[in-house]
């Protein structure tokens, strides 16, 4: 078996032939955890998870790119949904009302995102507040509930790092591009680091060398960061042995060995 512990079959991508994807990841053996970005898609992603008996798990939160967009303008994604992009307020208690399914395993995506952001300096610091605010109240969250989380960190490590110093929460750092050092930290602080398909694209080849095979989980980031080796297909989770396969070449182990211990890792994170 193997879990892909990062996609979004709950985005519109999926619209027209979820059944079918689901279908075929789980005759693959594959498991997939469904990450949600804000309220809509983290209740698509509880629902596809509960008409599964087993395999098909969600994760539940606000993405930060939601948290703070009176500061910034960011075009609708048509890949994930067809409401727009616009702000959204944090409401604990209806993400409370979603975890109530056994299918929940995580929260998340939450974080903090500060590719794209305001230009002045007074903004940018209002605006990277913001973000950190909803954060802290999700980490809060995942808490309450005893949940692992799944963060996004995109140009952003030293705040999330010096955020998670004083939390007890564990988890993962999706899609992981950051130094060696930083992989480090995360891991000094009892995180994971999800690896995807991004690793064809940023050479972070020396940090898993030599970062160990328990503290990785293997994703896909679906539909997005297709591997080469499926040309210009929409991205799936059983798409997912590609980069296991890079991992393997890189450690210089078989591809089961990695598949085994990622999958025994996100079991464990995930409780599943």
């Not at 955890?33 to 998870?49: D, F, L, M, R």
Request: aromatic fraction near 8%; proline fraction near 3%.
């Amino acid at each position: 078996m193997i879990i892909d512990s990062h996609s979004h079959l709950n985005f519109n991508a999926y619209k027209k032939d979820l059944d079918e994807v689901v279908k075929r990841t789980l005759a693959e053996n594959v498991w997939a955890i469904n990450v949600g970005t804000k309220y809509e898609t983290s209740k698509q992603a509880v629902e596809i998870a509960e008409r599964c008996n087993e395999g098909i798990y969600a994760a539940i939160g606000l993405h930060p790119i939601y948290a703070a967009t009176e500061f910034i303008k960011i075009k609708t994604d048509p890949e994930e949904g067809e409401f727009l992009v616009k702000e959204e307020d944090f409401d604990k208690e209806k993400y409370k009302e979603l975890a109530k399914s056994k299918k929940v395993v995580a929260v998340g995506e939450i974080g903090l995102d500060y590719y794209y952001k305001p230009k002045t300096k007074a903004k940018l610091e209002q605006f990277k507040e913001k973000q950190k605010q909803v954060f802290l109240q999700q980490l809060e969250l995942a808490e309450e509930l005893s949940l692992p989380v799944i963060l996004h960190c995109r140009m952003a490590h030293q705040d999330v790092i010096e955020i998670l110093k004083d939390k007890k929460v564990k988890g993962v750092i999706h899609c992981f591009t950051g130094t060696l050092e930083e992989a480090k930290k995360y891991i000094d602080l009892g995180f994971h680091l999800g690896i995807n398909g991004i690793i064809f694209k940023f050479d972070i080849d020396e940090t898993i060398k030599k970062i160990p095979l328990d503290k990785i989980l293997v994703e896909t980031d679906c539909p997005y960061l297709t591997p080469p080796e499926e040309g210009g297909k929409r991205n799936e989770p059983i798409f997912v042995k590609h980069v296991i396969q890079k991992i393997a070449d890189l450690k210089k182990v078989s591809f089961a060995e990695v598949a085994d211990q990622t999958t025994q890792n996100a079991r464990k994170l995930f409780n599943i």
